[in-house]
């Protein structure tokens, strides 16, 4: 049986500026050998590097993806200020929000949107 959500693997595109980014977030972000983790909570994202996802060796992955590919949503729990700043702080901007969503709890909640250098879009969700 199916029990949770181990990790995700998509295609980067631009390594240093995205290992930045995500560290920059407060992240702990590892590497291996075909790929740099961001680990969140007991989840975590793997980033393919491009020599990997443009590699048609490279069979375990979906064939037509490339970044941005991402659409990410994490869990906030600081106030909207501090999830401004930290975003100013990695040079990151605003797209939307705070807007109300639904989401995995099935409650209502506060999301804030973003991008990541590669341009997939990052969610923000302050259950509050």
């Known amino acids: 049986m199916v029990v949770g959500l181990d990790h995700v693997a998509v295609p980067m595109q631009q390594t240093e500026a995205m290992v930045a980014f ?17 680990h ?9 590097r491009p020599e990997t996802w443009q590699d048609p060796s490279n069979t375990l992955r979906a064939p037509g993806t490339k970044p941005p ?9 600081g106030t909207d200020a501090e ?8 040079g990151a901007s605003v797209e939307e929000g ?10 209502m909640a506060s999301s804030i949107y973003t991008r990541d250098p590669d ?3 990052l969610e923000f969700m302050a259950y509050r």
């Not at 995500?22 to 961001?38: C, I, N, Q």
């Not at 969140?40 to 393919?48: E, K, P």
């Not at 999830?83 to 990695?90: G, P, T, W």
């Open 69 to 77: 590919a991402g659409d990410f949503c994490v869990v906030w729990e």
């Open 98 to 107: 705070p807007v109300e969503r639904r989401g995995a709890r099935r409650v």
């Open 119 to 121: 341009g997939n879009l």
């Open 83 to 90: 999830l401004r700043a930290l975003l100013a702080k990695v």
């Open 40 to 48: 969140i909570g007991s989840q975590m994202i793997n980033f393919h």
């Open 22 to 38: 995500y560290r920059g977030l407060g992240l702990d972000v590892t590497e291996t050998p075909r790929a740099w983790s961001v």
